[in-house]
């Protein structure tokens, strides 16, 4: 699988948007981007993954360059809640049976 | 509500003991997962299962055991060959129709050795 770099933390007060950048530039053509967020103590939660076109559902947003070497996970309206770590994972699918391999992910705070 | 359950969410064992944890899941999924997490880290992969009465080692396999004798089932048991026990354990699982590959977590159980 591929690696990812992600910014340690970040910050973003609660209402604006929060937009969690990846880079992911060793990429392949089969490999698919996936995000998930850990609320401290508690499981990963996933939350958007994609290929290559934009993709949205009711918690966020995913951004793919044209060129795939890099995302943008995009909370359009931040709250308290969404504080947590934010890992993006390059996989290829397999039709399940592998691991996930997460990094240190980014450690997203939500302030007032 | 459909999901996964972990239990005990705490849980406290005493060093040379062997522990059993919990995972279920109503999901109807085919592959369930054991992941291990420590302070500051990600998680490594224990052990995992693709189907009933099958399964694999992971990245940290030693000093655990699994069994899956039910498809809504998959227990872990922490023997007392495991030298460091002490972490966060997460169960996750997948195998929906429309997407085999996205895994889905229980809570997690906490266990410290005493």
């Known amino acids: 699988d591929a690696k990812t770099t992600q910014p340690p933390s970040m910050d973003c007060a609660e209402g604006r948007a929060a937009n969690l950048p990846c880079n992911h530039s060793?990429?392949?053509?089969?490999?698919?981007v996936y995000w998930y967020r850990q609320i401290h103590s508690q499981g990963p939660q996933y939350i958007i993954h994609g290929l290559k076109n934009n993709e949205t559902n009711e918690m966020a947003s995913l951004i793919i360059t044209e060129d795939r070497k890099s995302s943008t996970l995009i909370l359009p309206h931040a709250t308290l809640r969404d504080t947590a770590v934010y890992y993006c994972?390059?996989?290829?699918?397999?039709?399940?049976?592998?691991?996930?391999?997460f990094g240190t992910g980014t450690q997203l705070k939500v302030e007032l | 509500d459909g999901g996964i359950t972990q239990s005990p969410k705490y849980l406290f064992r005493k060093e040379g003991q062997n522990v059993t944890l919990s995972c279920e899941q109503n999901l109807n999924h085919d592959a369930m997962y054991w992941y291990r997490q420590d302070p500051g880290q990600g998680l490594r992969l224990i052990y995992y299962s693709q189907i009933v009465n099958d399964f694999q080692k992971g990245d940290i396999a030693e000093g655990y055991s699994v069994s899956r004798e039910k498809k809504e089932s998959f227990p872990l048991t922490v023997t007392s060959a495991q030298k460091n026990p002490t972490a966060f354990y997460l169960c996750?699982?997948?195998?929906?129709?429309?997407?085999?590959?996205?895994?889905?977590f229980g809570p997690g159980t906490r266990l410290t050795v005493l």
């Open positions: 994972i390059v996989r290829a699918l397999t039709g399940g049976g592998n691991k996930l391999t």
């Open positions: 996750a699982s997948s195998g929906d129709r429309d997407s085999k590959d996205t895994q889905y």
């Open positions: 060793t990429i392949s053509g089969n490999e698919y």
